[in-house]
C-alpha cells in the first residue's frame, strides 16, 4: 500500500507558474507516477505520467506547458506548470500504478489550483 500526499495548490494569475510536488510513503521505484485533475462538471483526465523507466506522457492541452518529473531516491513526482491558463483550473490529484496493474491504483487526496485574474 503507498500513501500519496500532493503539495498544496493554489490561486495564480493567468500566464503565471506553480508547482505541485507528490510525495509517496513508500518507493516508487517500480511505479508509474501520474498527474490527474477535474474541472467542476468534467470528467477526471490525465494530464502527464512518467514511467519508472522515465518516459513521459502529456496531454495535448498541456504539452508545451507542463512538465513532470520524478525523484526516485526522495520518492516524489514534481508537476510543474507553467503559462497556466483559466482552463486549467481544477483538483489535481497525484497517482500511482504498479507495473502489472491495468489502472491506477494510489491516489492522493487532490489539491486544488485555481487560475484566474
Known amino acids: 500500500q503507498v500513501r500519496l500526499v500532493e503539495s498544496r495548490g493554489g490561486f495564480v494569475a493567468p500566464g503565471g507558474s506553480l508547482r505541485l510536488s507528490c510525495t509517496a510513503s513508500g518507493s516508487i521505484n517500480k511505479l508509474r507516477m501520474g498527474w490527474f485533475r477535474q474541472a467542476p462538471g468534467k470528467q477526471r483526465e490525465l494530464v502527464a505520467q512518467?514511467?519508472?523507466?522515465?518516459?513521459?506522457t502529456l496531454a495535448d492541452s498541456v504539452k508545451d506547458r507542463f512538465t513532470i518529473s520524478r525523484d526516485n531516491i526522495k520518492d516524489t513526482s514534481t508537476l510543474q506548470m507553467n503559462s497556466l491558463k483559466p482552463e486549467d483550473t481544477a483538483v489535481y490529484y497525484c497517482?500511482?500504478?504498479?507495473?502489472?496493474?491495468?489502472?491506477?491504483?494510489?491516489w492522493g487526496q487532490g489539491t486544488q489550483v485555481t487560475v484566474s485574474s
Open positions: 512518467i514511467t519508472a523507466a522515465g518516459t513521459t
Open positions: 497517482a500511482a500504478k504498479q507495473i502489472w496493474a491495468a489502472d491506477y491504483g494510489y
